[in-house]
C-alpha cells in the first residue's frame, strides 16, 4: 500500500523550532519529487516547500518561510524533513506532505526544479503545528 505519513507537529512558542517528518511507505521517495503543504484554519490549503530530489537537489520553498524552513532528505530512512525554525503563530496550520505524481517518470538526471505547481497526491493524515505563547 503506498502511504505517506507526516509526524512531528506539536505546540510550540513563537520563536521556538519544530522538525516535521514526512515518511513513505509502499514506494521509495526519492523517485518523486515531494512537498509540504499547510492548511491553517479556515483558510485554503498552501504549498510551502518542494524537494525536488533531482540531480541538482533544487528545493523551493514559499517567501514567507524562506530563511526559516529547511526541507532535507533521509534516502536510507525514506523520510523527508521539513526543519521549521523561528516559528510565527502564521505558521499555525495542519501539515501535510505529498509527492509530485509525475516527477517518479522523469529521472533525476532530467527532472526540473519544484515550484509547488505540479499535481501533488499520496496525501497522507497531515501533523498539527500550533505556534502560541
Known amino acids: 500500500e503506498v502511504q505517506l505519513q507526516a509526524s512531528g507537529g506539536g505546540l510550540v512558542q513563537p520563536g521556538g523550532s519544530l522538525r516535521l517528518s514526512c515518511t513513505a511507505s509502499?514506494?521509495?521517495?526519492?523517485?518523486?519529487?515531494v512537498g509540504w503543504f499547510r492548511q491553517a484554519p479556515g483558510k485554503e490549503r498552501e504549498g510551502v516547500s518542494c524537494?525536488?530530489?533531482?540531480?541538482?537537489?533544487?528545493?523551493y520553498y514559499i517567501d514567507s518561510v524562506k530563511g526559516r524552513f529547511t526541507i532535507t532528505s533521509d534516502y536510507t530512512k525514506n523520510t523527508v524533513y521539513l526543519q521549521m525554525n523561528r516559528l510565527e503563530p502564521e505558521d499555525t496550520a495542519v501539515y501535510y506532505c505529498?509527492?509530485?505524481?509525475?516527477?517518479?517518470?522523469?529521472?533525476?538526471?532530467?527532472?526540473?526544479?519544484?515550484?509547488?505547481?505540479?499535481?501533488?497526491?499520496?496525501w497522507g493524515q497531515g501533523t498539527l503545528v500550533t505556534v502560541s505563547s
Open positions: 524537494a525536488s530530489h533531482n540531480e541538482e537537489g533544487d528545493t
Open positions: 509502499g514506494f521509495t521517495l526519492d523517485e518523486y519529487a
Open positions: 505529498a509527492v509530485d505524481l509525475l516527477s517518479q517518470y522523469l529521472d533525476q538526471t532530467v527532472r526540473a526544479p519544484c515550484t509547488l505547481r505540479e499535481e501533488y497526491g499520496h
